[in-house]
């Protein structure tokens, strides 16, 4: 393995504060191009990635994924760009092929000194008639199951340290 690709797995780290300054295009079409050589299987690149910038847009999102746990907040942290990854509901594994194509994303934002965050509840988002809403107002169809989100940004914080590995994370047969 490339010494540099097993620095960024290992010193990658949820980033929970972010600068107001968006990101630049190269920056973020660098992240998202790594989703894209994510594994899906059967090699059938099912995934819908959607970069949402927008402030109105950022905010709504925002503000859907705070009333799936039903708390006041900002689930994404005040990050100026969200992604989110949909899958075709037929795959088979939608939400293997998301993970991979949003823990590719994740790795490649750190690599290019940008911060970010996995966010849950995407599926729970795109069921309510406000995901849907949106998902008709960006011209996407609502047959795409929401797998994974993440908040994008410049970050705003220390970089937090990593917590040390259980020992028995490993068995060798």
């Given at each position: 393995?490339?010494?540099e690709?097993?620095e ?9 504060a ?11 079409d ?34 859907l ?17 969200i ?6 509901s037929e ?35 795109f ?5 849907k809403?949106?998902l ?38």
């Amino acid at each position: 393995m490339k010494a540099e690709a097993l620095e960024v797995f290992k010193n990658r780290r949820a980033i929970r504060a972010y600068k107001k300054q968006q990101i630049t295009d190269e920056e973020l079409d660098a992240v998202l191009e790594a989703g894209t050589y994510a594994p899906t299987g059967a090699g059938t690149q099912g995934c819908k990635i959607i970069a949402v910038q927008t402030p109105e847009y950022v905010e709504r999102v925002d503000a859907l994924n705070a009333k799936v746990i039903g708390k006041e907040g900002h689930p994404y942290y005040g990050a100026p760009t969200i992604v989110l990854i949909f899958e075709t509901s037929e795959c088979k594994t939608h939400t293997l092929d998301g993970a991979a194509v949003c823990t590719n994303m994740l790795n490649a934002a750190y690599a290019l000194g940008l911060g970010s965050c996995w966010i849950n509840r995407c599926q729970q988002m795109f069921e309510m008639e406000e995901g849907k809403q949106l998902l008709k107002e960006w011209g996407i169809s609502e047959d795409l199951v929401g797998v994974a989100s993440f908040s994008l940004g410049y970050p705003d914080c220390e970089h937090p340290q990593a917590k040390p590995r259980k020992k028995d994370y490993i068995l060798k047969v």
